[in-house]
């Protein structure tokens, strides 16, 4: 018998669903149930052949524990040791390399020196740093955001240079970034599922949380080609199983504002019946497909096309 397991926190929505889902689904010789542990031993195999982790970015025993459990071969989505590499600067950078609009941005230091650092640590840091070129690069209004962050937390909307370096003093040790404010004509927030599945969904964040998924956007069909073209070039080569893209239009071009959400928002509260139904559907048929290919022993992770050219490559 072969497990389905998912690994989840404060969530009490899409776990239960995602798991009697799966149940209902999968036919002889699989299963689907919470991830329980009891102990993790150095290279002894976990026996699930699938895990949905959805908490480990917020306790790294977790991420150590599935690390060692994908060395033995359970496809763990998502792939645990990409998702550790992962942030949005590079994902930006990334974006560029595949021809898909951006905001411009730059990275910022952070305002404090880390923990057993000293000013010999940044000497290879040129103060102060040339900020007319930023904020040439930039623009006002901008938001400030945490370089890997999520969530909508310690996001900052700055409208002049003063401002700037009030908010940039008060984020201490967080490393952030600066980027250009897209006034936007519409905005989406888009499930990606297997690299493959996509689901474009009309979203406001300006809106209180519990209704940004109730814009009122009617995207054209030439922008639901672009968007779902972007979707799945920026999930295939970053790798992800199960992410968000947030695509803001202006003037008709969606631009990438954020595809670092590898725990994305599946709370039926907060997504909607229609939505919810969707991704507890899409993702419980993609685990069968994933256990049903699995095999103990070997990498069955998902791994980028970035990855992948650069190991061709050498």
């Given at each position: ?268 509260a907060s997504v909607g019946v229609d939505n919810f139904e969707w ?36």
């Open positions: 018998m072969k497990k389905i397991g998912i690994l989840f926190g404060q969530e009490n929505a899409f776990p239960q669903a995602f798991v009697e889902r799966v149940n209902r689904i999968c036919g002889p010789g699989l299963c689907a149930e919470f991830v329980m542990i009891d102990k993790a031993l150095q290279g002894e195999p976990e026996n699930y052949a699938v895990i949905i982790d959805r908490i480990s970015h917020d306790v790294p025993f977790y991420r150590a524990w599935l690390k060692n459990a994908a060395l033995e071969g359970t496809a763990v989505i998502n792939n645990p040791f990409w998702w550790s590499a992962d942030e949005k600067y590079f994902n930006n950078a990334l974006a560029l390399s595949l021809q898909i609009p951006v905001p411009n941005t730059a990275l910022l230091p952070s305002f404090e020196q880390p923990a057993d650092t000293d000013a010999r640590s940044f000497r290879n840091l040129r103060y102060p740093l040339d900020w007319e070129a930023i904020f040439a690069k930039t623009g006002f209004p901008a938001y400030m955001k945490p370089f890997a962050g999520g969530g909508w937390k310690h996001v900052y909307r700055i409208t002049d240079r003063e401002q700037f370096f009030k908010v940039h003093a008060e984020t201490r040790q967080e490393v952030m970034m600066l980027q250009e404010e897209i006034v936007y004509d519409e905005y989406y927030r888009c499930y990606c599922i297997g690299g493959k599945h996509v689901r474009i969904m009309p979203y406001e964040p300006r809106n209180p949380p519990q209704e940004r998924y109730q814009a009122g956007f009617q995207p054209t069909r030439e922008l639901i080609s672009a968007m779902e073209y972007s979707v799945l070039e920026l999930n295939r080569a970053l790798g992800y199983d199960f992410n968000t893209v947030e695509l803001a239009v202006r003037d008709g071009v969606p631009y990438a504002i954020d595809f670092c959400n590898p725990a994305p928002d599946a709370d039926l991704v507890v559907e899409t993702m419980a048929a993609y685990a069968v497909e994933r256990a049903r290919s699995q095999q103990f022993g070997k990498d069955n992770l998902t791994w980028g096309t970035f990855i992948r050219k650069a190991v061709q490559q050498h």
